[in-house]
Each structure stands twice: as C-alpha cells, then as structure tokens.
C-alpha cells in the first residue's frame, strides 16, 4: 500500500521531468554557434563553466556582486546587452541581482537539475546559461529577481558623462 501510495504520488513530478516536446529535442540554433572547443579556448575557466556547462559560481565572488557603476551588462561570451545598471538590486543573495533584463535578448528556459522546476535564463544570441529567475525580487517593480552569475557579464559602461 505503501509503496502504491508513495508512486502515485510522485508519478506526476516523475513525468513532468521526463516531458519533452519537438523543441526539446531539437537543438536551438542561435545566432553565433561556435564548438565547445572554441568557447573553451575564448573564455576565461570560470565564465566557460557557467557559460557553457551551466555551472554556477560561488555566492559572493563574482565580481559585479557590490558593482553599481552607470551602464550595461552584456554577455562575455558574445557581447549582447542582456540588462541596464537601472534594474540592478542588492537582492543580498551573494550574485547580481536585476528586476528584469533586456526581454528580446533573454531565452527563459526550465531545468529540473535540483529536482524542481526553475526558470533559467540564457542569452537569446548565443544560448549562454546566465542563471535563474525566481518570485522574490523587489514588490515595486516586477517582483522578480533574475539572478545572475558574474562570469556571465561583461560591463560597458555609461559614457553619457
């Protein structure tokens, strides 16, 4: 009974992790494709670990944490504006934090790898795993938080001064 139970349960979760759909199994083509050998030889270690093998790094390293200079952030793999200094916030989670981001220039995907279901954001032009998207931003604006892994970024800063 027990074990009858306990699959009945869990059988949903089970094959909503397993859905696929054409889109799915189909790889994406995105603006600029280059083999994973010519990411790996481009990027620095860390940004090719997130980038390209969505990893994530550790909370509090990155390097646009505590950064609120005036500007853009843009994909370090391929240089596509993904979010303005405007939106940043110090959501205090240990990664930079934005209310929202370039929407055309975002591709939300979802991923299973902690056993739930997450947002994950990707850069629209090259597929570059950015990090996740989560309810909890600030109530004022858009009540996201688009959490972001620094390695992820580049920076071009405001030059209207």
Known sequence: MK?????????PFV????????????????????TEATWK??????AYFVLRQAGTESPFTGEYDKFYEAGVYACAACKTKLYYSKDKYD???????FDQGVT?????????????ARTELKCNTCGGHLGH?????????????????SAALTFIPDTDE
């Open 41 to 46: 030889k481009e990027l620095p270690e860390m």
């Open 133 to 149: 998207m989560f309810n909890d931003g600030p109530r004022k604006t858009t009540g996201k938080r688009h959490c972001i892994n």
């Open 104 to 116: 055309e220039n975002l591709e939300f995907d979802v991923d299973y790898k902690l056993g739930y």
């Open 15 to 34: 094959v909503s992790c397993q859905t696929t759909n054409k889109e799915t199994l189909e790889k994406k083509k995105y603006a600029v494709e280059k």
């Open 91 to 97: 959501s205090k989670s240990g990664w930079p934090s």
């Open 3 to 11: 074990k009858t139970l306990l699959t009945l349960l869990l059988l």
